[in-house]
């Protein structure tokens, strides 16, 4: 079975650019939460999506977005990108938010972005 | 507020040697749930354990165990007999009654463990 899967694995941009980062959750899963994982530090949760629609969101500013697909992918999107924002962004799938028996959460391999 | 506290940044031991990762936690939540994750240097999360607030026996798996203590707000990781491929970054984590079906996690820092053959 395939783990949750996340594109690119590795992406350099400039500052001041737009950057879209995918996700593809475990077959079966309807909810994606997004981290930010600073070089040293741990991860810090940026959204979570459920059935399409944003059921909570961290402390990132307003160029810091996401959505979620149909098919339950998610993309994230940053806007006018800061040296600040380089990092590994994590997705997380998980079954559902109204499931609490199964709230294990699955990570994938993140995508590190560097911003130069 | 939530918070978790892994004060130990690096740790090596020798292989066959016993290490216990610390973990504090802080939260006003009557209940909640710690987990511990391992990072290995592909980076993703590996899901080791979750405790909730409601259970403080300690648990044992392999070589693994942890302590849970709600005196002293502490979660620590012990791996007994250590090995080379458990070398990677250990976060501990942290989340809510409310915050848990967001998959909303408070990590700590994490503690990278260095196994040296």
């Known amino acids: 079975d395939a783990g949750v899967t996340q594109s690119p694995t590795h992406l350099i941009k400039t500052r001041g650019q737009h950057v879209t980062l995918r996700c593809s959750p475990i077959?079966?899963?309807?909810?994606v939460s997004w981290y930010q994982q600073v070089l040293g530090q741990g991860p810090q949760f940026i959204f979570q999506?459920?059935?399409?629609?944003?059921?909570g969101r961290g402390n990132f500013p307003d160029r810091f977005s996401a959505r979620q697909f149909p098919n339950y992918s998610s993309e994230l999107n940053v806007n006018a990108l800061l040296l600040g924002d380089s990092a590994l962004y994590l997705c997380?799938?998980?079954?559902?938010?109204?499931?609490?028996?199964?709230?294990?959460?699955?990570f994938g391999q993140g995508t590190r972005l560097t911003v130069v | 507020a939530q918070k978790v506290t892994q004060a130990q940044t690096e740790i090596s031991v020798v292989e066959k040697e016993d290490v216990t990762l610390d973990c504090v936690y802080e939260?006003?939540?009557?209940?909640?749930?710690l987990f511990w994750y391992k990072q290995p240097p592909s980076g993703e999360l590996v899901f080791l354990i979750r405790?909730?607030?409601?259970?403080?026996q300690n648990e044992i798996s392999g070589r693994y165990s942890w302590n849970f203590q709600k005196s002293t707000s502490s979660f620590n990781f012990t791996i007994t007999a250590s090995q080379v491929v458990d070398s990677a970054v250990y976060f501990c984590?942290?989340?809510?009654?409310?915050?848990?079906?967001?998959?909303?996690?408070?990590f700590g820092s994490g503690t990278k463990l260095n196994v040296k053959p």
């Open positions: 997380a799938s998980s079954l559902g938010v109204d499931d609490r028996k199964n709230t294990e959460a699955f």
């Open positions: 077959s079966g899963h309807k909810s």
């Open positions: 999506y459920y059935e399409k629609e944003e059921r």
């Open positions: 939260t006003r939540d009557t209940t909640y749930y």
């Open positions: 405790r909730n607030s409601f259970d403080e």
């Open positions: 984590a942290l989340s809510s009654e409310q915050f848990l079906r967001f998959n909303k996690f408070y």
